[in-house]
């Protein structure tokens, strides 16, 4: 990467969207399905993420949501390069990340953290608090005394609500919730930029999500991080994300700042989608319209024809088996890929 | 109606090295013939234990019914021998588990282990059993049962699965049936699937269903009633109706209040239950819930409150329920304002046409 180039692409940027910090362009994930004992040949491909394209903007919240299997995990690992993606551009901060060295990713990596969804599997059993929390320090460089180590462990606790004294547990001493601090200290150890925050509540009872939410949002503001927040429970992702994209079988279907897409869902799987989730009040839950999707999700290594969703769709016509529709923009800022979207124009 | 399953006191301890962990502690309820009860709360506060517990499938050691009366059509199932409790199981009373993944044989057919039970319990030949695994698993929804039903477990998704195990649970026309999470590992659209399937299946048989959940969305949708458990006890109970719209727990409270709701205009922050649910090990003197309760008082520390009618159908068990009036919910806004916020004039229109 010259810096011809990044001076275009900020200047791109800045022309076009304002301030984009992570970029991702045609990204496509494919996975080889492999036969034979020694010498693998691939006999088919699992196309987990499929032409996918969005940014996320400098300090916003960008939520991903698709039910599993859909490729929002893929994505989000897809992002910070732990799988190298079979195709498409990934841009952080109008660097190109794709097809960086592994040297070089290691330093990108400052500023892109993750945190998992299960806070029981993603700590290491061995380790106490304190160093899962300060490793990255080390790994970095970024401390140069044990005593600046220590506070700055110390100040990381602090900062996602444990005390100071916790570091030298273990973390089987720790409920899921605070399991779950732990693993956002320790992304936050090396004061990144961007957080791939998947499926952080997913695993956590509802009393403690909302705690957990509300911490991702303190932490948001006080450390001015931008999100990409991938999960499953829609109202969660409405209450954190600024704005929404929806995933089905490797695709985008549609993005939409957080309340037009709550308020005027365009494509038929959104529709769907938040038709299905239960509202806690058994009165205006009987009130709600209700799809009832049919069928299930198909499989990513056979997917339909046309639009992957038409198999299932309530209003598929008879384009749709041939038509592959693309996202367009079919209002300000809203972008759906259904060929039966009002705006959606010829096809 | 008529009251099928009476549960009283009862009372299912573990004993570990830790200490004796009291997972279910004085647990009293009915469930009534053909009713939908929903038993809510968070991972270990006793409800799957509780159900367990009917079933009598708690692993002795290290657990142990220690005390109570399970009135199953009148007669306490605690006290007959395990014959007769094996004969109940499957036939009167079945189950749905959680994990479809792995409550299945993965190496027994379906029709195996779909005729099983009906040969065990309704005496049916092999080749009756075959014919009727083949109509239950249509009668689930299965496409191509005739078909599906020599394959394997792993041939089939989460959602069909869980198909799976509803038409083994309905395979003996039983009476009751508890569903013990049964949509937790599936996505919300197949989920709303399984649900509509079990609550359109129990209806026309006339079957009572326990389902027990965290999500207190699932509950509202389908559930008649509701137990709301907490560290081991019910703290509240009523129609659903009646407990979402006028709770009067704090910890029922807590939870309608922590989850963000699609129906609402968006809140700035969400307003969390602070702190961690009691060690089941050592449980506070008093009231369980009140070193997280808002509303906690001197006497919650001394005492236990119990269950106390507070409403016609309503029972809760907190000494400042009365206090708990309808400003507990202030976060609710006007009917007129959840109206323009649900998902547009569209939405409005067509559950019109469904009333």
């Known amino acids: 990467?010259?810096?011809?180039?990044?001076?275009?692409?900020?200047?791109?940027?800045?022309?076009?969207?304002?301030?984009?910090?992570?970029?991702?362009?045609?990204?496509?994930?494919?996975?080889?399905?492999?036969?034979?004992?020694?010498?693998?040949?691939?006999?088919?491909?699992?196309?987990?993420?499929?032409?996918?394209?969005?940014?996320?903007?400098?300090?916003?919240?960008?939520?991903?949501?698709?039910?599993?299997?859909?490729?929002?995990?893929?994505?989000?690992?897809?992002?910070?390069?732990?799988?190298?993606?079979?195709?498409?551009?990934?841009?952080?901060?109008?660097?190109?990340?794709?097809?960086?060295?592994?040297?070089?990713?290691?330093?990108?990596?400052?500023?892109?953290?993750?945190?998992?969804?299960?806070?029981?599997?993603?700590?290491?059993?061995?380790?106490?608090?304190?160093?899962?929390?300060?490793?990255?320090?080390?790994?970095?460089?970024?401390?140069?005394?044990?005593?600046?180590?220590?506070?700055?462990?110390?100040?990381?606790?602090?900062?996602?609500?444990?005390?100071?004294?916790?570091?030298?547990?273990?973390?089987?001493?720790?409920?899921?919730?605070?399991?779950?601090?732990?693993?956002?200290?320790?992304?936050?150890?090396?004061?990144p930029s961007f957080i791939v925050c998947d499926e952080p509540v997913s695993a956590l009872d509802v009393s403690i999500q909302a705690q957990i939410v509300n911490l991702l949002e303190d932490l948001q503001e006080q450390f001015d991080l931008t999100y990409l927040f991938i999960a499953h429970d829609l109202s969660v992702v409405r209450h954190i994300s600024n704005r929404v994209a929806v995933m089905y079988l490797g695709h985008i279907v549609e993005i939409a700042d957080r309340n037009e897409i709550y308020q005027n869902p365009m494509h038929p799987y959104t529709r769907a989608l938040l038709s299905a989730v239960p509202i806690p009040d058994p009165v205006i839950d009987a009130q709600r319209e209700r799809i009832l999707l049919s069928g299930e999700v198909p499989s990513p290594l056979n997917p339909p024809s046309g639009c992957v969703f038409h198999p299932r769709c309530p209003i598929a016509i008879d384009s749709c088996t041939s038509v592959t529709p693309e996202l367009r923009e079919v209002d300000s800022g809203h972008w759906a890929a259904c060929i039966q979207s009002p705006g959606y124009g010829a096809y | 109606m008529a009251t099928l399953l009476e549960v009283k006191d009862l009372r299912t301890h573990f004993f570990t090295f830790e200490g004796v962990v009291k997972a279910v502690d004085g647990v009293s309820y009915e469930v009534e013939e053909g009713e939908t009860l929903g038993l809510v709360g968070e991972s270990g506060c006793g409800k799957s234990v509780s159900a367990l517990s009917l079933m009598r499938l708690i692993p002795d050691p290290p657990g142990k019914i220690v005390s109570g009366e399970l009135l199953f059509e009148g007669e306490d199932i605690l006290k007959i021998d395990m014959d007769d409790m094996r004969r109940i199981r499957g036939a009167k009373m079945s189950m749905v588990f959680q994990e479809p993944m792995t409550s299945l044989n993965p190496v027994l057919t379906l029709e195996r282990q779909l005729s099983e039970t009906l040969q065990l319990h309704r005496g049916m030949s092999r080749e009756e059993s075959r014919n009727e695994a083949v109509d239950l698993l249509a009668r689930v929804g299965i496409p191509d049962a005739e078909r599906r039903v020599k394959q394997y477990p792993h041939q089939f998704s989460g959602g069909m699965r869980q198909r799976v195990m509803i038409a083994m649970a309905l395979s003996c026309n039983p009476r009751l049936i508890i569903a013990d999470e049964p949509t937790t590992a599936l996505d919300v659209t197949i989920q709303a699937q399984i649900?509509?399937?079990?609550?359109?299946?129990?209806?026309?048989?006339?079957?009572?269903?326990?389902?027990?959940?965290?999500?207190?969305?699932?509950?509202?949708?389908?559930?008649?009633?509701?137990?709301?458990?907490?560290?081991?006890?019910?703290?509240e109970r009523g129609t659903a109706r009646e407990v979402y719209s006028n709770p009067r727990h704090p910890y029922t409270v807590g939870l309608l209040k922590s989850v963000p709701r699609l129906d609402l205009p968006r809140r700035a922050k969400l307003d969390p239950i602070e702190g961690q649910p009691p060690d089941l090990i050592n449980l506070p003197q008093g009231c369980s819930f009140r070193d997280r309760c808002r509303w906690a008082v001197d006497k919650c520390a001394t005492d236990a409150p119990v269950l106390e009618l507070v409403n016609d159908g309503h029972w809760s068990a907190c000494w400042r329920s009365e206090d708990l009036g309808a400003s507990a919910l202030d976060f609710l806004p006007d009917l007129d304002e959840i109206g323009a916020a649900t998902n547009g004039s569209a939405a409005v229109e067509e559950s019109e046409e469904e009333n």
């Open chain 1, 1 to 191: 990467m010259t810096t011809m180039t990044e001076a275009e692409q900020l200047g791109e940027r800045g022309g076009q969207h304002g301030d984009i910090l992570v970029e991702v362009k045609n990204l496509q994930m494919y996975f080889p399905v492999t036969a034979g004992i020694i010498f693998q040949r691939a006999v088919a491909q699992i196309k987990a993420v499929d032409d996918v394209s969005f940014f996320v903007r400098k300090g916003e919240t960008l939520g991903l949501v698709g039910e599993s299997g859909c490729g929002k995990t893929t994505t989000g690992r897809c992002i910070l390069q732990l799988y190298k993606p079979t195709g498409g551009q990934v841009m952080f901060d109008g660097q190109e990340i794709t097809g960086m060295s592994t040297r070089q990713m290691r330093v990108m990596r400052r500023q892109m953290q993750v945190i998992f969804q299960d806070p029981y599997s993603s700590l290491n059993p061995r380790m106490t608090a304190g160093n899962i929390i300060g490793e990255p320090l080390i790994v970095h460089g970024l401390v140069n005394s044990k005593e600046e180590y220590r506070e700055r462990v110390a100040e990381l606790l602090q900062n996602v609500g444990l005390n100071p004294y916790m570091a030298d547990r273990f973390p089987h001493e720790f409920s899921g919730g605070q399991r779950q601090r732990i693993g956002v200290a320790r992304a936050l150890s090396v004061d």
């Open chain 2, 195 to 235: 649900l509509e399937l079990m609550k359109s299946l129990t209806n026309e048989f006339g079957v009572s269903l326990i389902i027990i959940t965290h999500n207190l969305g699932v509950v509202a949708r389908y559930a008649d009633r509701m137990n709301i458990m907490y560290a081991g006890k019910i703290i």
